[in-house]
C-alpha cells in the first residue's frame, strides 16, 4: 500500500480536478465525527483510488493511521454510499443504538453530484479568497424527506447553494450554518422531529492565510518557512533597486521586486492576508504601511522598537489623531512576548501572532482557558445578510 500524506486540504484540489470525473472507482471518505482521543478531526479527507490499491490521505493536521486502515477495510466491503461508524476495529453501518460515541465516516464515489459539488465550492473558496461554510446531511432517521450526503453551500458574500430539498430542514440548517460561518468552527448540528432525526456536519472552509513579506532580513527564510509548513500562501516583495537571490528563498510562492507606488496593481488584499513590513528604510516602510493600513488585510506588523513603531504612527496620523481600533491595526514590535532571540526564534513569534490575530485569538496560555480551547470564538463576522 501506498500512503501518501498531504498536510493541507487544498493540496486535493488539483487531484480532483485531474481525476476522471466518471470513475467509480476512486472513493472519498470523510470524517464526520471523531473520538475524543483521536488527532483526526471532523472533516478530513480521505481519497482511495480501489483498483490499484493506492490511498491518499488529505487532512488539516495529523491523520490516524487506524483510521485510515479502517477506511481500507469499509470500501473493500462496499464502494457504494455509506455512513459508517466504528469503535476500536469493529465497523458497523450507523443507526440509532450506535449514535454516540466513536468515529464517524461517509464514503461515497468521486463521481456523484454531491461529492465534486464540495470540491468545487472548495476550490471556489480559494480562488476567490473568502470563507464559506459545507453543511453535510450524515443521518436520517425516520420519515424525513432528506437524503446522506446531500449539501447546503455558503459563502462569505451570502451565496448560497442547495441539494437538501425540504424547505423546513434547509432552513434549520442555513441559520445554523450562518452563525458557524460567523463563528469559524466546524460543528456539527443534530435536528430532532416528531417522527426521527437528521445530523449533519457544518464545516467551515477558509482559503489559506497569504503572507507577504517586505523586504529582506535575516527573518525573512525561517518565517518563509514556518508559514509554509502550515500551508501558508508567501510572496516576498523587495524595491526594484535592491538584488535578491532567488535561491535563497526557493520555498516562496512567488518573489516579486515591485516599486510602492505599483503595489496596488500588484497586488489584492483580503482579511485572510498578513504583511510583514520590514524594509530597512523608513521612508519605504511608511509608504507601504500607508497603502496596507487602507487596506482589508487582516495583519499589519512591523518589527523593531517601540519607538520606531510610533514614529511610523506618527507618520499615519499626518498631524490628525488615531482611534484606538485603527492603533489596534498595527502590530509593532511585532509578535509574541516567547522570549525570542534568535532569527528563527523570532520567525516563531511573528508567525505565532499572525496566527492568533487572523484567528481572532489572544495567543495566550491554554491552560488561563476557561472553555474548552477548541470553543467557537464570539461572532466576529455580520457580513451574512
Keep these: 500500500m501506498l500512503l501518501v500524506r498531504m498536510k493541507e486540504l487544498q493540496e486535493i484540489i488539483p487531484f480532483v480536478i485531474q481525476a476522471d470525473h466518471q470513475d467509480p472507482s476512486i472513493i472519498v471518505a470523510t470524517v464526520l465525527q471523531a473520538e475524543e482521543s483521536s488527532y483526526c478531526k471532523p472533516g478530513t479527507r480521505i481519497l482511495l483510488t480501489k483498483t490499484d490499491q493506492t490511498i491518499k490521505a488529505i487532512c488539516e493536521d495529523y491523520i490516524d493511521q487506524k483510521i485510515i486502515d479502517q477506511v ?50 472548495i476550490a471556489e473558496c480559494y480562488s476567490e479568497n473568502q470563507s464559506g461554510a459545507i453543511a453535510t446531511v450524515f443521518t436520517v432517521e425516520g420519515a424525513i424527506p432528506a437524503q446522506i450526503a446531500s449539501r447546503l453551500f455558503l459563502k462569505m458574500d451570502g451565496s448560497v447553494a442547495n441539494q437538501i430539498g425540504d424547505h423546513f430542514l434547509t432552513n434549520l440548517i442555513f441559520q445554523d450554518t450562518v452563525k458557524i460561518l460567523a463563528a469559524g468552527q466546524t460543528r456539527t448540528r443534530s435536528y430532532p422531529f416528531i417522527d426521527g432525526y437528521v445530523q449533519a456536519l457544518i464545516e467551515v472552509i477558509t482559503p ?48 516579486l521586486k515591485v516599486d510602492t507606488q505599483d503595489l496596488p496593481k500588484q497586488i489584492q488584499l483580503s482579511s485572510y492576508s498578513a504583511a510583514v513590513v520590514m524594509t530597512g528604510n523608513f521612508e519605504q516602510d511608511l509608504a507601504i504601511v500607508k497603502f496596507l493600513w487602507s487596506s482589508a488585510i487582516g495583519y499589519l506588523g512591523i518589527p523593531g522598537t517601540k519607538a520606531r513603531a510610533q514614529q511610523l504612527i506618527q507618520g499615519l496620523q499626518g498631524g490628525g489623531t488615531l482611534t484606538t481600533q485603527q492603533l489596534n491595526r498595527l502590530h509593532g514590535p511585532i509578535g509574541l512576548d516567547i522570549g525570542a532571540e534568535t532569527p528563527s526564534e523570532i520567525a516563531l513569534a511573528i508567525v505565532s501572532e499572525i496566527q492568533a490575530v487572523v484567528k481572532h485569538r489572544t495567543g495566550s496560555f491554554l491552560r488561563e482557558q476557561q472553555n474548552s480551547i477548541h470553543d467557537s470564538v464570539p461572532d466576529l463576522i455580520s457580513l451574512i445578510k
Design 208 to 255: 489559506p492565510i497569504q503572507l507577504y513579506i517586505f523586504g529582506i532580513t535575516p527573518y525573512t527564510s525561517p518565517i518563509t518557512l514556518l508559514a509554509k509548513q502550515l500551508g501558508w500562501t508567501v510572496v516576498i516583495i523587495e524595491h526594484p533597486s535592491r538584488e535578491i537571490k532567488l535561491n535563497h528563498f526557493p520555498e516562496a510562492d512567488h518573489i
Design 72 to 121: 481500507k477495510q469499509l470500501v473493500q466491503i462496499n464502494a457504494s454510499l455509506q455512513v459508517y461508524r466504528y469503535h476500536v476495529d469493529c465497523p458497523h453501518k450507523l443507526n440509532k443504538t450506535s449514535s454516540q460515541g466513536g468515529t464517524t465516516i461517509l464514503l461515497e464515489p468521486l463521481n456523484s453530484r454531491s461529492t465534486r459539488a464540495q470540491f468545487d465550492f
